[in-house]
Protein backbone atom coordinates (compact mmCIF):
# COMPACT_ATOMS: atom_id res chain seq x y z
CA UNK A 1 0.00 0.00 0.00
CA UNK A 2 1.45 3.63 -1.13
CA UNK A 3 1.78 5.82 2.31
CA UNK A 4 2.70 10.15 1.83
CA UNK A 5 6.33 9.24 1.83
CA UNK A 6 6.32 7.55 -1.59
CA UNK A 7 5.19 10.61 -3.27
CA UNK A 8 7.59 12.70 -1.40
CA UNK A 9 11.14 13.26 -2.15
CA UNK A 10 13.71 13.78 0.08
CA UNK A 11 13.12 17.42 0.60
CA UNK A 12 9.43 16.16 2.08
CA UNK A 13 8.21 17.85 -0.90
CA UNK A 14 5.10 16.38 -2.48
CA UNK A 15 5.90 15.11 -6.24
CA UNK A 16 2.49 15.49 -7.23
CA UNK A 17 2.42 19.22 -6.64
CA UNK A 18 6.51 19.49 -7.09
CA UNK A 19 6.70 21.81 -10.44
CA UNK A 20 9.24 21.04 -13.57
CA UNK A 21 11.83 23.30 -14.19
CA UNK A 22 12.24 24.74 -17.58
CA UNK A 23 14.78 22.68 -19.06
CA UNK A 24 12.74 19.67 -18.15
CA UNK A 25 9.69 21.12 -19.78
CA UNK A 26 11.25 21.86 -23.32
CA UNK A 27 12.66 18.94 -22.85
CA UNK A 28 9.23 17.42 -23.08
CA UNK A 29 8.00 19.53 -25.99
CA UNK A 30 8.04 16.56 -29.24
CA UNK A 31 9.27 19.54 -31.70
CA UNK A 32 12.23 20.28 -29.57
CA UNK A 33 14.47 18.57 -31.73
CA UNK A 34 13.40 20.03 -34.89
CA UNK A 35 13.26 23.57 -33.75
CA UNK A 36 17.01 22.80 -32.35
CA UNK A 37 18.25 20.54 -36.05
CA UNK A 38 16.38 23.64 -37.81
CA UNK A 39 18.31 26.50 -36.33
CA UNK A 40 21.25 24.32 -36.89
CA UNK A 41 20.13 24.01 -40.46
CA UNK A 42 20.37 27.62 -40.79
CA UNK A 43 23.35 28.57 -39.08
CA UNK A 44 25.06 26.08 -41.17
CA UNK A 45 23.72 27.52 -44.90
CA UNK A 46 24.03 31.05 -43.47
CA UNK A 47 27.90 29.66 -43.34
CA UNK A 48 28.53 27.57 -46.61
CA UNK A 49 25.26 29.12 -48.64
CA UNK A 50 25.18 31.83 -51.02
CA UNK A 51 23.52 34.45 -49.83
CA UNK A 52 21.15 34.71 -52.33
CA UNK A 53 19.06 31.74 -50.31
CA UNK A 54 18.18 33.59 -47.97
CA UNK A 55 16.39 36.31 -50.04
CA UNK A 56 12.69 36.17 -50.08
CA UNK A 57 13.03 34.19 -53.56
CA UNK A 58 15.13 31.99 -52.32
CA UNK A 59 12.48 31.32 -49.39
CA UNK A 60 10.23 30.38 -51.48
CA UNK A 61 12.36 28.20 -53.67
CA UNK A 62 12.56 26.31 -50.75
CA UNK A 63 8.72 26.46 -49.19
CA UNK A 64 7.43 24.73 -52.51
CA UNK A 65 9.38 21.03 -51.76
CA UNK A 66 9.13 21.60 -48.38
CA UNK A 67 5.51 22.16 -48.13
CA UNK A 68 4.76 19.26 -50.50
CA UNK A 69 6.88 17.03 -47.79
CA UNK A 70 5.12 18.43 -45.36
CA UNK A 71 1.38 18.01 -46.03
CA UNK A 72 2.24 14.37 -46.18
CA UNK A 73 5.02 14.31 -42.78
CA UNK A 74 1.98 15.80 -41.44
CA UNK A 75 -0.63 13.00 -42.44
CA UNK A 76 2.41 10.89 -41.61
CA UNK A 77 2.97 12.47 -38.37
CA UNK A 78 -1.33 12.08 -36.90
CA UNK A 79 -0.92 8.56 -37.75
CA UNK A 80 2.11 7.54 -36.21
CA UNK A 81 0.91 9.29 -33.23
CA UNK A 82 -2.20 6.47 -33.32
CA UNK A 83 0.66 3.72 -33.28
CA UNK A 84 0.65 3.20 -36.64
CA UNK A 85 2.62 3.73 -40.02
CA UNK A 86 1.62 4.13 -44.05
CA UNK A 87 4.37 3.14 -46.38
CA UNK A 88 1.94 3.72 -49.54
CA UNK A 89 2.21 7.18 -49.09
CA UNK A 90 4.70 8.10 -52.39
CA UNK A 91 3.02 5.07 -54.16
CA UNK A 92 -0.37 7.17 -53.00
CA UNK A 93 0.75 10.25 -55.31
CA UNK A 94 1.07 8.66 -58.07
CA UNK A 95 -2.23 6.56 -57.83
CA UNK A 96 -4.27 9.70 -57.42
CA UNK A 97 -2.49 11.45 -59.77
CA UNK A 98 -3.12 8.70 -62.06
CA UNK A 99 -6.82 9.13 -61.44
CA UNK A 100 -7.02 12.58 -61.39
CA UNK A 101 -5.18 12.80 -64.69
CA UNK A 102 -7.26 9.85 -66.22
CA UNK A 103 -10.53 11.75 -64.96
CA UNK A 104 -9.94 15.23 -66.72
CA UNK A 105 -8.12 13.72 -69.54
CA UNK A 106 -9.48 10.18 -70.61
CA UNK A 107 -13.06 11.14 -69.41
CA UNK A 108 -13.08 15.00 -69.65
CA UNK A 109 -14.78 15.39 -66.32
CA UNK A 110 -14.87 19.01 -64.68
CA UNK A 111 -12.37 19.55 -62.23
CA UNK A 112 -14.39 19.87 -59.75
CA UNK A 113 -15.59 16.09 -60.45
CA UNK A 114 -11.76 15.04 -61.12
CA UNK A 115 -10.99 16.23 -57.67
CA UNK A 116 -14.01 14.66 -56.09
CA UNK A 117 -13.29 11.18 -57.52
CA UNK A 118 -9.82 11.39 -56.79
CA UNK A 119 -10.76 12.07 -52.92
CA UNK A 120 -13.11 9.25 -52.87
CA UNK A 121 -10.21 7.14 -53.90
CA UNK A 122 -8.33 8.22 -51.31
CA UNK A 123 -11.18 7.25 -48.49
CA UNK A 124 -11.13 3.91 -50.37
CA UNK A 125 -7.63 2.83 -50.58
CA UNK A 126 -7.39 4.41 -46.96
CA UNK A 127 -10.11 2.25 -45.23
CA UNK A 128 -9.21 -0.97 -47.31
CA UNK A 129 -5.44 -0.13 -45.50
CA UNK A 130 -7.20 0.36 -41.94
CA UNK A 131 -9.63 -2.59 -42.25
CA UNK A 132 -6.86 -5.08 -42.88
CA UNK A 133 -4.54 -3.91 -40.13
CA UNK A 134 -7.38 -4.27 -37.84
CA UNK A 135 -9.51 -7.12 -38.80
CA UNK A 136 -6.18 -9.11 -39.17
CA UNK A 137 -4.03 -8.04 -36.41
CA UNK A 138 -1.23 -7.15 -38.81
CA UNK A 139 1.20 -4.42 -38.51
CA UNK A 140 0.25 -1.56 -40.38
CA UNK A 141 4.12 -1.42 -41.70
CA UNK A 142 3.66 -5.11 -43.66
CA UNK A 143 0.05 -4.05 -44.84
CA UNK A 144 1.42 -0.89 -46.25
CA UNK A 145 4.37 -2.03 -47.55
CA UNK A 146 2.39 -4.23 -49.82
CA UNK A 147 0.14 -1.15 -50.99
CA UNK A 148 3.39 0.66 -51.58
CA UNK A 149 3.86 -2.43 -54.23
CA UNK A 150 -0.01 -2.46 -55.39
CA UNK A 151 -0.49 1.04 -56.21
CA UNK A 152 2.67 1.69 -58.25
CA UNK A 153 1.49 -1.27 -60.08
CA UNK A 154 -1.75 0.14 -60.90
CA UNK A 155 -0.07 3.18 -61.37
CA UNK A 156 1.67 1.59 -64.45
CA UNK A 157 -0.46 -0.47 -66.01
CA UNK A 158 -3.44 2.18 -65.62
CA UNK A 159 -1.30 4.80 -67.36
CA UNK A 160 0.20 2.65 -70.17
CA UNK A 161 -3.62 2.19 -70.68
CA UNK A 162 -5.20 5.68 -70.49
CA UNK A 163 -1.68 7.53 -72.43
CA UNK A 164 -1.98 4.09 -75.04
CA UNK A 165 1.61 2.22 -73.85
CA UNK A 166 3.26 5.30 -71.81
CA UNK A 167 3.91 5.78 -68.33
CA UNK A 168 3.14 9.27 -68.78
CA UNK A 169 -0.23 11.25 -68.89
CA UNK A 170 0.05 14.62 -70.79
CA UNK A 171 -2.82 17.30 -71.54
CA UNK A 172 -3.77 18.36 -67.95
CA UNK A 173 -2.90 22.23 -68.42
CA UNK A 174 -5.22 22.58 -71.92
CA UNK A 175 -7.40 21.12 -69.90
CA UNK A 176 -7.91 23.08 -66.89
CA UNK A 177 -6.76 26.25 -68.82
CA UNK A 178 -9.26 29.15 -67.54
CA UNK A 179 -10.11 27.25 -64.27
CA UNK A 180 -10.62 29.08 -61.07
CA UNK A 181 -10.76 26.49 -58.87
CA UNK A 182 -7.22 25.39 -60.37
CA UNK A 183 -5.65 28.46 -58.63
CA UNK A 184 -6.70 26.66 -55.35
CA UNK A 185 -4.21 24.39 -55.77
CA UNK A 186 -1.43 25.19 -58.53
CA UNK A 187 0.28 28.59 -59.06
CA UNK A 188 0.59 31.81 -56.52
CA UNK A 189 -1.37 32.81 -53.68
CA UNK A 190 -1.38 36.68 -53.10
CA UNK A 191 -0.32 37.80 -55.74
CA UNK A 192 -2.01 41.31 -55.09
CA UNK A 193 -0.23 41.56 -52.01
CA UNK A 194 3.31 41.15 -53.60
CA UNK A 195 2.72 43.20 -56.36
CA UNK A 196 1.49 45.95 -54.12
CA UNK A 197 4.60 45.53 -52.20
CA UNK A 198 6.59 45.97 -55.31
CA UNK A 199 4.93 48.95 -55.84
CA UNK A 200 5.54 50.46 -53.05
CA UNK A 201 9.55 49.20 -53.01
CA UNK A 202 8.92 46.85 -50.24
CA UNK A 203 10.34 43.71 -52.30
CA UNK A 204 12.55 43.52 -55.15
CA UNK A 205 10.92 43.90 -58.39
CA UNK A 206 12.34 44.30 -62.25
CA UNK A 207 12.72 47.48 -64.19
CA UNK A 208 9.15 47.19 -65.48
CA UNK A 209 7.91 47.31 -62.18
CA UNK A 210 6.38 43.77 -61.96
CA UNK A 211 7.67 41.73 -58.52
CA UNK A 212 10.75 39.37 -58.86
CA UNK A 213 8.74 37.00 -56.75
CA UNK A 214 4.85 37.22 -57.39
CA UNK A 215 3.04 35.25 -54.62
CA UNK A 216 3.06 32.65 -51.96
CA UNK A 217 3.23 29.47 -53.57
CA UNK A 218 -0.17 27.64 -52.99
CA UNK A 219 1.04 24.56 -51.43
CA UNK A 220 2.56 26.57 -49.10
CA UNK A 221 -0.53 27.98 -47.71
CA UNK A 222 -1.92 24.52 -47.61
CA UNK A 223 0.72 23.06 -45.53
CA UNK A 224 0.32 26.13 -43.02
CA UNK A 225 -3.30 25.81 -43.12
CA UNK A 226 -2.95 22.20 -41.83
CA UNK A 227 -0.09 22.27 -39.45
CA UNK A 228 -2.05 24.84 -37.43
CA UNK A 229 -5.56 22.63 -38.26
CA UNK A 230 -3.51 19.26 -37.54
CA UNK A 231 -2.14 20.96 -33.98
CA UNK A 232 -5.49 22.55 -32.82
CA UNK A 233 -7.01 18.85 -33.15
CA UNK A 234 -4.30 17.44 -31.48
CA UNK A 235 -4.37 19.89 -28.33
CA UNK A 236 -7.62 21.56 -27.98
CA UNK A 237 -9.87 18.34 -29.23
CA UNK A 238 -11.54 14.86 -27.90
CA UNK A 239 -10.43 13.48 -31.05
CA UNK A 240 -7.16 14.45 -30.50
CA UNK A 241 -6.84 12.86 -26.83
CA UNK A 242 -8.07 10.05 -28.44
CA UNK A 243 -5.58 10.57 -30.90
CA UNK A 244 -2.85 9.73 -28.33
CA UNK A 245 -4.89 7.20 -26.65
CA UNK A 246 -4.82 4.81 -29.61
CA UNK A 247 -0.76 5.50 -29.82
CA UNK A 248 -0.30 4.91 -26.20
CA UNK A 249 -2.31 1.97 -25.37
CA UNK A 250 -4.91 0.86 -27.69
CA UNK A 251 -6.90 -2.00 -24.96
CA UNK A 252 -6.49 0.79 -22.08
CA UNK A 253 -8.33 3.40 -24.75
CA UNK A 254 -11.16 0.42 -25.47
CA UNK A 255 -11.72 0.28 -21.99
CA UNK A 256 -11.89 3.81 -21.51
CA UNK A 257 -14.37 4.16 -24.25
CA UNK A 258 -12.31 5.56 -26.99
CA UNK A 259 -13.20 4.31 -30.27
CA UNK A 260 -9.90 2.88 -31.38
CA UNK A 261 -10.43 1.62 -34.63
CA UNK A 262 -12.68 4.12 -35.70
CA UNK A 263 -9.90 6.77 -34.67
CA UNK A 264 -7.21 4.67 -36.99
CA UNK A 265 -9.29 4.42 -40.10
CA UNK A 266 -9.71 8.18 -39.69
CA UNK A 267 -6.22 8.75 -39.68
CA UNK A 268 -5.56 5.96 -42.68
CA UNK A 269 -8.12 8.05 -44.59
CA UNK A 270 -6.08 11.58 -43.41
CA UNK A 271 -2.95 10.07 -44.49
CA UNK A 272 -4.45 9.32 -48.14
CA UNK A 273 -6.23 12.03 -48.60
CA UNK A 274 -3.19 14.15 -48.08
CA UNK A 275 -0.99 12.02 -50.47
CA UNK A 276 -3.87 12.80 -53.02
CA UNK A 277 -4.30 16.44 -51.92
CA UNK A 278 -0.01 16.26 -52.96
CA UNK A 279 -0.94 14.65 -56.00
CA UNK A 280 -3.64 17.19 -57.42
CA UNK A 281 -1.04 19.84 -56.64
CA UNK A 282 2.09 18.35 -58.40
CA UNK A 283 -0.48 17.34 -61.31
CA UNK A 284 -1.65 20.76 -62.11
CA UNK A 285 1.91 22.33 -62.03
CA UNK A 286 3.66 19.88 -63.76
CA UNK A 287 0.94 19.46 -66.09
CA UNK A 288 1.50 15.50 -66.14
CA UNK A 289 1.62 12.98 -64.23
CA UNK A 290 3.79 9.75 -64.36
CA UNK A 291 4.23 6.84 -62.89
CA UNK A 292 7.80 7.90 -60.28
CA UNK A 293 5.44 10.33 -58.96
CA UNK A 294 6.01 10.38 -55.23
CA UNK A 295 8.96 7.89 -55.23
CA UNK A 296 10.41 7.48 -51.52
CA UNK A 297 8.01 10.44 -50.55
CA UNK A 298 6.96 7.93 -47.78
CA UNK A 299 9.86 7.56 -46.05
CA UNK A 300 11.30 11.45 -46.31
CA UNK A 301 7.45 11.72 -44.77
CA UNK A 302 8.00 9.43 -41.73
CA UNK A 303 11.89 10.53 -41.55
CA UNK A 304 10.51 14.14 -41.18
CA UNK A 305 7.45 13.19 -38.85
CA UNK A 306 10.50 11.59 -36.68
CA UNK A 307 12.55 14.69 -36.47
CA UNK A 308 9.35 16.35 -35.52
CA UNK A 309 9.23 14.35 -32.61
CA UNK A 310 6.95 11.00 -33.27
CA UNK A 311 8.23 8.07 -31.62
CA UNK A 312 8.03 4.83 -33.82
CA UNK A 313 5.76 3.46 -30.62
CA UNK A 314 3.18 5.66 -31.10
CA UNK A 315 1.36 7.85 -28.43
CA UNK A 316 3.45 10.93 -28.04
CA UNK A 317 4.30 13.44 -31.45
CA UNK A 318 3.45 16.93 -32.61
CA UNK A 319 2.13 17.98 -35.81
CA UNK A 320 4.27 21.57 -35.66
CA UNK A 321 7.28 19.18 -35.01
CA UNK A 322 6.70 17.54 -38.26
CA UNK A 323 6.47 21.05 -39.34
CA UNK A 324 9.34 22.02 -38.51
CA UNK A 325 10.59 18.76 -40.19
CA UNK A 326 9.44 19.41 -43.09
CA UNK A 327 11.53 22.99 -43.16
CA UNK A 328 14.70 21.29 -42.42
CA UNK A 329 14.35 19.05 -45.55
CA UNK A 330 13.14 21.69 -47.43
CA UNK A 331 16.30 23.88 -46.66
CA UNK A 332 18.58 20.72 -47.26
CA UNK A 333 17.15 19.90 -50.30
CA UNK A 334 17.19 23.57 -52.20
CA UNK A 335 19.95 24.84 -49.93
CA UNK A 336 22.84 22.47 -51.32
CA UNK A 337 22.61 24.47 -54.94
CA UNK A 338 23.47 27.58 -53.32
CA UNK A 339 26.64 25.49 -51.80
CA UNK A 340 29.54 23.62 -54.26
CA UNK A 341 28.72 20.55 -51.92
CA UNK A 342 27.47 17.68 -53.96
CA UNK A 343 23.86 17.27 -53.67
CA UNK A 344 24.03 13.41 -53.24
CA UNK A 345 25.18 14.46 -50.20
CA UNK A 346 21.52 15.03 -49.21
CA UNK A 347 20.80 11.23 -48.95
CA UNK A 348 23.59 10.83 -46.44
CA UNK A 349 21.78 13.64 -44.33
CA UNK A 350 18.53 11.74 -44.62
CA UNK A 351 19.92 8.78 -43.31
CA UNK A 352 21.84 10.68 -40.30
CA UNK A 353 18.89 12.75 -39.49
CA UNK A 354 16.47 9.70 -38.55
CA UNK A 355 19.27 8.28 -36.72
CA UNK A 356 20.15 11.40 -35.02
CA UNK A 357 16.13 11.98 -34.12
CA UNK A 358 15.20 8.07 -32.73
CA UNK A 359 18.42 8.26 -30.35
CA UNK A 360 17.08 11.94 -29.10
CA UNK A 361 13.48 10.97 -29.10
CA UNK A 362 14.35 7.61 -27.25
CA UNK A 363 16.11 10.04 -24.51
CA UNK A 364 12.66 12.01 -24.51
CA UNK A 365 10.88 9.09 -24.13
CA UNK A 366 12.83 7.93 -21.06
CA UNK A 367 13.31 11.00 -19.44
CA UNK A 368 9.69 11.66 -19.95
CA UNK A 369 8.17 8.20 -18.52
CA UNK A 370 10.55 7.77 -15.89
CA UNK A 371 12.50 4.78 -17.93
CA UNK A 372 15.93 3.44 -17.00
Not at 69 to 84: K, P, S, T
Not at 111 to 131: H, K, P, R, W, Y
Not at 145 to 173: D, E, H, Y
Request: contains cysteine; glycine residues 10%.
Amino acid sequence: MSTIYDVKDKLGRDERVKTSSLLTTLIRKPELGAVAGLVLVIVFFLVFASPTMFTLAGIMNIMAPASQLGILAIGAALLMIGGEFDLSLGSMIAFAGLVFAAALVVWHMPLAAAILIAFLVALVVGTVNAQIVIRTGLPSFIVTLAFLFILRGLTLVGLKWASGGATQLRGIKDVVEGSTLAGFFSGNALEGLFAWMAAHDMIDKFPNGLPKVSGVPVEAVWFVLFALFATWLLLRTKFGNWIFASGGDARAARNSGVPVNRVKTTLFVVTAACATLVAIITVLDAGSTDARRGFQKEFEAIIAAVIGGCLLTGGYGSAIGAFFGSLIFGMVLIGLTYTTIDQDWYLVFLGTMLLVAVVFNNVVRKRVTGER
